[in-house]
T-cell receptor, first 113, second 109 residues
Framework: IAGITQAPTSQILAAGRRMTLRCTQDMRHNAMYWYRQDLGLGLRLIHYSNTAGTTGKGEVPDGYSVSRANTDDFPLTLASAVPSQTSVYFC????????????FGEGSRLTVL | GQNIDQPTEMTATEGAIVQINCTYQTSGFNGLFWYQQHAGEAPTFLSYNVLDGLEEKGRFSSFLSRSKGYSYLLLKELQMKDSASYLCAVMDSNYQLIWGAGTKLIIKP
């Protein structure tokens, strides 16, 4: 692993199903983030974690949950997927919470039908 | 509310110079960032401005005027590989990044 890895790359999901997007980084970064990117909109922050063991809500947290049990992993869970959650999801990390220099994963394209 | 504005799309010619503007209104200011995002790929960090003035990094330069809430990204000697979206983001007083929708730059031969 080099950098930040997301899985799956792409997924089609039936509405109402539970889904977890995985994110792992090997840079020992303290802060991690989940964004969604939709056409015509800027990146929107879903949840973040400034350090292992802590999480916070971003701009659009409803319908999503996260956990940060250790430094490397930051999974995002959709408890019951809805079509409006169709999007490209990016995980990112930074060495400190107060820096805007983020390192992004390659993204997970999720389609909810 | 907080707002970042940048043009939706721009077209330029290979070898030329292009300037991508970004204006912002945010609750506080802790720096302005530019990212490049090729189609279907992840954003990658390009530049950071926290003080007024020009920051130069090779063919790319970024300018900031905090009093005007304005920045631009200047790309010189354009190459076909510069075709991408360019994202402007501002870090607010809570150290949250506020993102613009991005400017899609099309380079023509």
């Amino acid at each position: 692993i080099a950098g930040i890895t997301q899985a799956p790359t792409s997924q089609i999901l039936a509405a109402g199903r539970r889904m977890t997007l995985r994110c792992t980084q090997d840079m020992r970064h303290n802060a991690m983030y989940w964004y969604r990117q939709d056409l015509g909109l800027g990146l929107r922050l879903i949840h973040y974690s400034n350090t292992a063991g802590t999480t916070g809500k971003g701009e659009v947290p409803d319908g999503y949950s996260v956990s940060r049990a250790n430094t490397d992993d930051f999974p995002l869970t959709l408890a019951s997927a809805v079509p409006s959650q169709t999007s490209v999801y990016f995980c990112a990390s930074s060495d400190r919470a107060d820096t805007g220099e983020l390192f992004f994963g390659e993204g997970s394209r999720l389609t909810v039908l | 509310g907080q707002n970042i504005d940048q043009p939706t799309e721009m077209t330029a010619t290979e070898g030329a110079i292009v300037q991508i503007n970004c204006t912002y209104q945010t609750s506080g200011f802790n720096g302005l960032f530019w990212y490049q995002q090729h189609a279907g790929e992840a954003p990658t960090f390009l530049s950071y401005n926290v003080l007024d003035g020009l920051e130069e990094k090779g063919r790319f330069s970024s300018f900031l005027s905090r009093s005007k809430g304005y920045s631009y990204l200047l790309l010189k000697e354009l190459q076909m590989k510069d075709s991408a979206s360019y994202l402007c983001a501002v870090m607010d007083s809570n150290y949250q990044l506020i993102w613009g929708a991005g400017t899609k730059l099309i380079i023509k031969p």
